[in-house]
């Protein structure tokens, strides 16, 4: 007959599993936690210094965070307006800010999320937002701020939406 092992009966076997499923949980819920954190961390860095880690992307320069109600008003007045779901939408950005870019100084703004992990979602998402003011014959470019590396096919199809993907590591 086999013998179970030092301090482990039998038919503790459901209970270690049950043990071990608890740590799991536990240790997801704390990597979850911690990436929120850095998330959080990320967002306060870029809404306070948009340049660090925004500068070069779109050719960018010059990069300050755009007064949304201002922009409103500037767009009601010369051309189509926001309606009110579209600036509440622009507002859930993590940042949109106005920037100088290129040998002309265009000036453009940027449109930015900044997530853990970039998905698809993600990618449509900060492409609808900057498609709001790319539709009032204003120059946006959507930006996903990532804390990890994108899958190559989620990168690849960045690229093909024209959105910006940057890592900060």
Request: net charge negative; no cysteine; proline share 5%.
């Amino acid at each position: 007959m086999p013998r179970a092992g030092v301090g482990e009966d039998a038919g503790d076997g459901g209970a270690a599993a049950s043990r071990i499923g608890a740590i799991e949980a536990r240790l997801s819920a704390l990597e979850a936690a911690a990436s929120d954190i850095r998330r959080r961390q990320v967002l306060a860095e870029i809404r306070s210094d948009p340049v660090r880690l925004l500068a070069g992307v779109a050719d960018a320069r010059r990069i300050v965070r755009d007064d949304l109600d201002d922009l409103s008003d500037v767009l009601a007045r010369w051309e189509s307006p926001l309606s009110p779901d579209e600036l509440t939408s622009l507002q859930r950005a993590a940042l949109v800010a106005q920037a100088v870019a290129g040998p002309q100084a265009a000036k453009l703004h940027l449109v930015v999320e900044v997530v853990v992990e970039v998905t698809a979602s993600d990618l449509e998402r900060t492409s609808a937002l900057a498609g709001l003011l790319s539709s009032r014959s204003r120059r946006a470019v959507p930006v996903v701020v990532s804390l990890a590396e994108p899958e190559p096919d989620v990168a690849r199809q960045g690229a093909e939406q024209g959105v910006e993907i940057v890592v900060a590591l």
